[in-house]
């Protein structure tokens, strides 16, 4: 069955540093998204991706944030400069052309600043 | 701006007794998909079942059962014969129309299913 992968499962950086949490959707899928989720709360909306461009980002997606689909298969989440409250578990999902298509989730990088 | 309410922070109950987990959601949005996912232990999210708005419909796959109520606003889940294995966080979730049907999901609190063997 097709899944959502994602790299590394864990990354741990020094404050300031970048980051680039990498994903591969599921092969046919359309739409791709990224979600955070700070340890212990609930999973939060930061971007998505149609079209090889932003569709939509929440006000957590700032300036430090950007996504990419540099090839056919991957799409990149990049922090550019990290601060202690970035630290979170970061989920990829993806979806098929429906609106009513499930978004599928991948297993999730655990991000730790330091 | 589209809500999801979980109530229930945490539960347990003793192994094989039946539990349901609580949402309710408010949007405006008149064609919607609620979804529920579990996140076990390792921390993945898995996708359990989505319910569109005009299908009110309850569903049965297993032990598990979902009752949606449009009335209420509810999309509830029961655990039937509750096993160790259940044990998860589980979060109700509500896709939202969005800038070129983006359908971005909004997420509940979740809720903390414990079984107790």
């Known amino acids: 069955e097709p899944e959502v992968t994602q790299t590394p499962s864990h990354q741990v950086t020094q404050m300031g540093q970048e980051v680039i949490l990498r994903c591969v959707p599921i092969s046919n899928h359309l739409y791709f998204y990224w979600y955070r989720q700070i340890l212990g709360q609930k999973v939060e909306f930061l971007v998505s991706f149609y079209n090889n461009e932003i569709s939509e980002k929440s006000e957590i997606f700032d300036d430090q944030f950007s996504v990419e689909r540099p090839d056919g298969s991957n799409f990149t989440l990049k922090i550019r400069s990290t601060k202690l409250e970035d630290s979170a578990m970061y989920f990829c999902?993806?979806?098929?052309?429906?609106?009513?298509?499930?978004?599928?989730f991948g297993p999730g990088t655990r991000l730790t600043v330091l | 701006a589209q809500k999801v309410t979980q109530a229930q922070t945490e539960i347990s109950v003793v192994e094989k007794e039946d539990v349901t987990l609580d949402c309710v959601y408010e949007t405006r949005d008149t064609t919607y998909y609620l979804f529920w996912y579990k996140q076990p232990p390792s921390g993945e999210l898995v996708f359990l079942i989505r319910r569109n708005s005009f299908d009110e419909q309850n569903e049965i796959s297993g032990r598990y059962s979902w009752n949606f109520q449009k009335s209420t606003s509810s999309f509830n889940f029961t655990i039937t014969a509750s096993q160790v294995v259940d044990s998860a966080v589980y979060f109700c979730a509500l896709s939202e129309r969005s800038n070129f049907g983006n359908e971005k999901l909004t997420f509940g609190t979740g809720t903390r299913l414990t079984i107790i063997p």
């Open positions: 999902a993806s979806r098929d052309f429906s609106p009513a298509d499930t978004q599928y």
